[in-house]
């Protein structure tokens, strides 16, 4: 018997978005009156790690209080008819509490900390608050285990890898304008079936053999589970 298709899921912020967590683009830059360049980089958390402990504890509150959506939904129930896995770039577990199991998060956890000394002790913390004077195994204070802006991304080769082997991949609430993350669609082989499901029109829909949904995530992961699994299963 033929195994299932190996089917990607590439998301982003619009995902998340329709479970009413904001994002940066969407508020100019700003999130709850905090700068990007004040909380997201590593001169930040030198300047100032408290600011950014407050920041992301109150990101964590406000992601564990959120619920995922049909878009998450959706997405966990094609497991059932393909072998799926979620690339995404965000940092709550949405996707992971509708039931998907295989996720790989770009840009780090909201639920995780790391040690500031070492990026491999990693802990999870739930929906904990970091404070100063929190601290790892190795004695160095916690960090959020965030991918901030100006850092590598380190889970970045795997997900590569996971590209090239990709049967049908659908790009699901973001418009990879966002380098290195939107570099990832050209580890996908030509022979693979490419979905967007977008209500804008970026420069990516220019591209040769792409489907575009043009409609918000909830509703067009709906619309392209049921194209997937009648005609491609």
Do not use: C
Request: aromatic share 8%.
């Amino acid at each position: 018997m033929r195994g299932k298709k190996k089917l990607v899921v590439l998301s982003g912020a619009g995902v998340s978005a329709e479970s009413g967590l904001a994002t940066f683009r969407d508020s100019g830059g700003l999130w709850e009156g905090y700068k990007i360049n004040e909380v997201a980089t590593p001169e930040a958390w030198q300047n100032n790690p408290k600011r950014v402990l407050d920041f992301y504890n109150l990101r964590r509150r406000q992601a564990f209080h959120a619920n995922p959506n049909a878009a998450h939904l959706g997405i966990a129930a094609l497991e059932k008819f393909f072998d799926v896995t979620v690339i995404t770039q965000n940092v709550d577990n949405l996707h992971e509490r509708a039931g998907s199991t295989d996720v790989l998060h770009l840009h780090g956890e909201l639920s995780k900390a790391r040690s500031v000394s070492n990026e491999n002790i990693i802990i999870d913390i739930g929906k904990k608050e970091i404070e100063i004077g929190h601290v790892a195994e190795d004695g160095a204070q916690l960090r959020p285990h965030i991918v901030w802006f100006g850092e590598l991304v380190p889970m970045l080769e795997t997900a590569a890898d996971i590209m090239t082997k990709t049967d049908i991949l659908i790009v699901v609430g973001t418009s990879l304008v966002v380098y290195p993350a939107a570099g990832l669609i050209n580890y996908v082989p030509n022979r693979a079936l490419k979905f967007i499901v977008d209500p804008s029109d970026p420069e990516l829909y220019s591209f040769k053999g792409w489907k575009h949904l043009k409609e918000n995530a909830t509703t067009g992961i709906e619309k392209l589970k049921s194209e997937l699994i009648e005609n491609y299963v």
